[in-house]
Structures are given as structure tokens and as C-alpha cells.
């Protein structure tokens, strides 16, 4: 079965610096989400990108947070300058249409650690 | 907004025991609603969902029934396995596709 997948599994960086997650959303997919979790917490909704611009973010995703589909496989989210309050799990989700028909499918994140 | 509340964890049961995992949600419009689940190691699987008031999900032994009147979705399974040891979390759509999540349930099955 097609996989979301993630990479790297697990990313320690200093406070300040950047980052950047990445994930390979299945192939024919066209609607994709990051998530993230921090330690304890609820998973919560960063930001969804269809048609190679963004279509909802939250709150979280503030002007330190980018995301971009480089090629026609990658998704990535960058963090430009990051904080202690970072660290968290990121999950990146793809589906093939908006609404329920065809639910979200996650990777198996990234453990993002701020130093 | 939406939320979604989900009863603490961990609930530790007994292989072969019944489980509910209590979920209760607010929402605006009709919402649709999930449960999913994360194994050890792992990203978060679709587990069941349903669209509608009284639709009922189910999947691999797990339902749950989408009851309007309470707001709730909770999840049941009649006899739980070691294997099924995980977290749950309960989520919701209304309108677009973003997932609200709540704070997931740990599940842990003794033998």
C-alpha cells in the first residue's frame, strides 16, 4: 500500500537555526497537511497546501514557517529560526481530494529536538 | 471552534476485556468524525470513521457510532488484544478537510 513517508526520523538542531522537514506524500495525491505534537499534546493542524499554494494554516504557522513543494514528489517545511518551544513531532498527511471521502494519510513523523 | 475531548489515559486492560474510549466534540455544521490510531514507532493509521448522525464505523473488531444528540463518537471493542496496545485519538472535519484532534488515549493490553 502507498506510504506517506518522512524524513529524518528524528532532527536535533540548535535553537536559532534552521530547519527542514521532509516528506514524500503519495504519488497521486494532490492536498497536502503538516501537523505537529508537541510532547503531551494534542496533534494540531499547521497548514494545508493544494495547487502549489497554500490553502488553510493555523495560528501556529507564523512568518518563521514556510512550506514548499520543490518537485513534483517532495513537501517540505521549513523553520527558519527555531525556538525551544519547536520541539515537538511533525506529521506530514496527503489525500488525493479534499473532504472525507478520502481521509488523510499520515507519515510516521519527525521528531523535531531544539537545543 | 471545534474541539475535541477524549478520556485520559492510559486505560490498561486485561487481554480479552471489552473497551470504550470515551470522545465528545464541539463543532459548527456537520462534522465528520475519526478515530485514528498510533502504534509504537508509528505514524497515525485511519482506525474507522463516519459521515453522518447514526452512521456507525468499524474496523477491525473497533466501531463506533456517531451519536448527533450527545456529540460523541466513542470507540468500542469486545475483546481487546495485546497487539491493539496504541494510542487513539478522536478527530473531526467540518467544512474543509483539516483534522481536529484530540488528546489521544493510550491503550495498554496486558496478557
Given amino acids: 500500500e502507498p506510504e506517506v513517508t518522512q524524513t529524518p526520523s528524528h532532527q536535533v538542531t ?4 534552521e530547519v527542514i522537514l521532509r516528506c514524500v506524500p503519495i504519488s497521486n495525491h494532490l492536498y497536502f497537511y503538516w501537523y505537529r ?8 493542524f499547521l497548514v494545508s497546501f493544494y495547487n502549489n499554494e497554500i490553502s488553510e494554516k493555523s495560528e501556529i504557522f507564523d512568518d518563521q514557517f514556510s512550506v514548499e513543494r520543490p518537485d ?5 517545511l521549513k523553520i527558519r529560526s527555531t ?14 481530494t479534499a473532504g472525507v471521502n478520502q481521509p488523510q494519510h ?10 | 471552534g471545534n474541539s475535541v475531548t477524549q478520556m485520559e489515559g492510559p486505560v ?7 473497551l470504550t474510549i470515551n470522545c465528545t466534540y464541539t463543532a459548527t455544521g456537520y462534522p465528520s ?24 464505523g468499524s474496523n477491525k473488531g473497533f466501531e463506533a457510532t456517531y451519536r448527533k444528540e450527545t456529540t460523541s463518537f466513542h470507540l468500542e471493542k469486545g475483546s481487546v488484544q495485546v497487539s491493539d496496545s496504541a494510542v ?7 467544512g474543509y478537510s483539516t483534522l481536529t484532534f484530540g488528546k489521544g488515549t493510550m491503550l495498554l493490553v496486558s496478557p
Fill in chain 1, 14 to 17: 540548535q535553537m536559532g537555526q
Fill in chain 2, 12 to 18: 490498561t486492560l486485561s487481554e480479552e476485556a471489552f
Fill in chain 2, 88 to 94: 487513539y485519538f478522536c478527530a473531526l472535519t467540518s
Fill in chain 1, 106 to 115: 499520515f507519515g510516521d513523523g519527525t521528531r523535531l529536538s531544539i537545543l
Fill in chain 1, 37 to 44: 505534537q508537541i510532547l503531551g499534546q494534542k496533534v494540531e
Fill in chain 1, 72 to 76: 513534483g514528489s517532495n513537501f517540505t
Fill in chain 2, 33 to 56: 468524525l475519526f478515530w485514528y490510531v498510533q502504534y509504537p514507532g508509528e505514524g497515525l493509521q485511519l482506525l474507522l470513521k463516519a459521515t453522518k448522525a447514526d452512521d456507525k
Fill in chain 1, 83 to 96: 525556538k525551544l518551544e519547536d520541539s515537538a513531532m511533525y506529521f506530514c498527511a496527503s489525500s488525493g
